[in-house]
């Protein structure tokens, strides 16, 4: 076994303990933390580090002991890192609907209600108020 077969078995027992400790905790997490909202940070943050960590160690074998780059976990790599925060967003939008009435939200200040569409309605750029002066 040369050195750098070494060193990567080593890099690789980090990934899989770091990614194993991630995914424990997300799953964790998922269980027992006590609001939905709470709850819907331990699978997208915790445990996609947990699963990203899995599959980065297993391009870096493939590469140091089979001579070859593997595309798959790449690609599974960024969906996952693409497709979670999408999730998280689709879940957290669907628990306001649920548990926010009208009266819960602030106003959207073009008239209309928080997601709609209607083309006779301009957008409104949003600012903080300290960037504008008052009028």
Known sequence: ??????????????????????????????????QMMQRLHAPTKAATLGVGSALIASMIYFLVFEGKISWHELLITLFLFLTAPITATFIAKAQMHRTLTKDDVPPTGVGTEWATFDPNVTSVDPYLLNDRDPV
């Open 1 to 34: 076994m040369t050195g750098v077969e070494q060193i990567a078995e080593y890099v690789i027992a980090g990934l899989l303990v770091f990614g194993g400790i991630f995914a424990v905790i997300g799953s964790f997490g998922l269980l027992k933390l006590p």
